[in-house]
């Protein structure tokens, strides 16, 4: 595995905003891409209320207001005709991604980092909500959730910012959110299941419905190392030497899924969603998960 960082100096901040910036183009078009491959499998979450934008008619039925019906449909038939719109108070979705160094992991070339792949996956879940008429905006960043391209674009530069590029914490900080806002977090949830429940808490606690996206290296599931080999911890948690990965493996296995079940049994204890993805795999299935997650009704 990588080595740890060094101490963090703001020189390698600006240097790593830098380098992020260069790639937010070819990122953008490719968060373009997985979302339309993913748009015509999806379904929105119109719903009927009070906006401006209209839905469909159907007939008058008894209790309904007369103020509803339309003369002018109406006129052309003899049922009289009802005008209902989409519900236009569009939930805010905030979202977030680990930027701890953790995330930096890939166990080959070819693969992407962990980071990389949660950056893809957040802005294509952005460019969804987005078509969709949904606010949306950067948890952390401090700034307000905005709806169309323009949210998209600024969201984008917010991954850029200095300010939250540097951000080492593997957990979001609980802030104040809107009551029934949606929030999807994505990250490596290696972090003590006691840590992430807090931070659960927090946010749920403010009626927010959640989903939690765990995304891990295929390595870091199988662990395929074999013989003597020497792990180097990239969160300041120094060098571990394995004399026989093989004798560890399957315990290590064991409490990755220990992991695991915590998350999945925190995230439904609290009506959330969780689910795992794995760097190796297309991104178009998992966004597909989230997307079925953020629509999915409140019962």
């Known amino acids: 595995m990588p080595q740890p960082p060094g101490s963090p100096n703001p020189l390698h901040a600006r240097h790593r905003a830098e380098a992020l910036s260069a790639a937010l183009p070819p990122l953008l078009v490719a968060a373009e ?25 159907r007939r008058y ?18 049922p009289v005709y009802v005008r209902e719109n989409e519900w236009e108070a569009a939930q805010s979705v905030w979202l977030w991604r680990d930027r701890s160094p953790s995330m930096e992991f890939r166990s080959a070339p070819g693969l992407p980092t962990k980071r990389e792949r949660a950056d893809l996956l957040l802005l294509a879940t952005a460019v969804l909500l987005a078509r969709g008429g949904e606010r949306i905006a950067l948890l952390n960043s401090g700034v307000r959730p905005d709806h169309g391209k323009a949210a998209v674009d600024r969201l984008a530069r917010l991954m850029t910012d200095p300010q939250t590029a540097s951000d080492a914490d593997p957990l979001p900080r609980p802030e104040s959110l809107p009551r029934h806002a949606q929030t999807l977090l994505i990250g490596d949830f290696l972090a003590p299941l006691d840590r992430i429940a807090a931070t659960v808490a ?49 315990a290590y296995r064991a409490r990755l899924q220990a992991q695991r079940d915590g998350l999945a049994a925190l995230a439904r204890g609290v009506g959330w969603s969780f689910a795992t993805h794995r760097t190796d795999r297309p991104p178009t299935s998992a ?13």
């Open 202 to 250: 927090a946010l749920s606690g403010q009626g927010l419905r959640g989903h939690l996206l765990q995304v891990l290296d295929p390595a870091e599931e199988s662990l395929p190392y074999e013989g003597r080999v020497a792990f180097d911890g990239m969160e300041g948690d120094g060098r571990l030497l394995v004399p026989r990965v093989d004798a560890i493996r399957d």
């Open 61 to 78: 039925q008894s209790g309904d207001s007369p103020a509803m019906i339309d003369w002018r449909q109406s006129a052309k038939s003899q």
């Open 33 to 57: 891409r997985v979302a339309a491959t993913v748009a015509p499998g999806v379904h929105g979450r119109r719903r009927v209320g009070l906006g401006e934008s209209f839905w469909q008619f």
């Open 287 to 299: 966004l597909l998960g989230v997307w079925s997650a953020l629509a999915r009704e409140v019962p």
